[in-house]
């Protein structure tokens, strides 16, 4: 059986993080295009299709098969795998694209799999297979939030995610329901079942400011849950962005925003 390439990390930063991965020689970590940030003299980068895992190497066709599957969750058709091709120890280094915390996740300790939302993904050592996970039931994937197609991290090894906002994980044990926002569902781990459910009522559903459903999560397992989702971070700057201040153009200028309670 071959193993996952095992590395050392250093998760580094507060509101905007990066994870700095230490490769033996030999060793490599594949990442998101764009993830990028800096590396040590002796690592060798390299572009590939799909995700390099073990499962790719039964020729060209399956290679593409992985790739291809890919552009399903709105990901490129390749990653960037960065190799220690030196006789020392060499750092390379990940950031996340938005505020927010970066999880690592050992694979091994977790079941050997985590399905998570389709953009969380960040980083991994090499033979961590990053494929795409169908939601069975329609409604879940018209409804769901995450839409019908997420990703599966499955493998021994160290993967690592990203959320925005504050991340924090709950244990559900055999049984236990958890409601969520549809958004701020980062991950869970594959014994967990998601489901959604209409949150139910006139006045919920038009009024609420909500949305129209639920995220349900039944345990046995772990579930991974953000603060900010990006969309919810993109439609508030989007407001402030297209709607304009009581300060620009008006008499009162800055006075006007300070009757409003909108003080500096």
């Not at 991340?167 to 959604?196: P, Y």
């Not at 639920?214 to 402030?240: C, D, E, K, N």
Request: with cysteine; proline share 2%.
């Amino acid at each position: 059986m071959i193993r996952n390439h095992v590395i050392d990390y250093r998760i580094a930063g507060e509101e905007m993080q990066f994870v700095e991965v230490e490769l033996d020689p030999q060793e490599t970590v594949v990442a998101e295009s764009g993830a990028f940030m800096m590396m040590d003299d002796g690592i060798q980068m390299q572009t590939i299709f799909g995700d390099g895992s073990q499962q790719q190497q039964g020729g060209i066709f399956s290679k593409l098969l992985s790739a291809g599957k890919r552009l399903l969750v709105g990901e490129s058709l390749f990653m960037t795998a960065f190799t220690n091709v030196s006789n020392g120890k060499k750092r390379v280094s990940f950031a996340s694209p938005y505020p927010g915390k970066i999880i690592p996740l050992n694979l091994e300790q977790l079941g050997g799999s985590v399905i998570c939302q389709k953009d969380a993904f960040l980083c991994a050592a090499k033979g961590v297979s990053i494929s795409i996970e169908f939601q069975r039931r329609l409604g879940t994937g018209l409804f769901g939030g995450e839409g019908f197609i997420m990703e599966k991290l499955q493998g021994d090894g160290m993967a690592f995610m990203h959320a925005g906002g504050h991340v924090f994980a709950r244990q559900l044990e055999a049984g236990d329901m958890l409601k969520v926002d549809t958004g701020c569902l980062v991950g869970f781990t594959a014994g967990v079942q998601f489901d959604i459910q209409l949150v139910g009522g006139i006045k919920n559903t038009i009024f609420g400011g909500e949305g129209m459903f639920f995220a349900t999560l039944r345990g046995p397992g772990r579930v991974w849950i953000q603060t900010l989702p990006v969309s919810r971070l993109a439609s508030r700057i989007l407001s402030y962005a297209t709607v304009q201040r009581k300060e620009e153009g008006s008499i009162l200028g800055g006075l006007g925003n300070i009757l409003d309670g909108d003080g500096y």
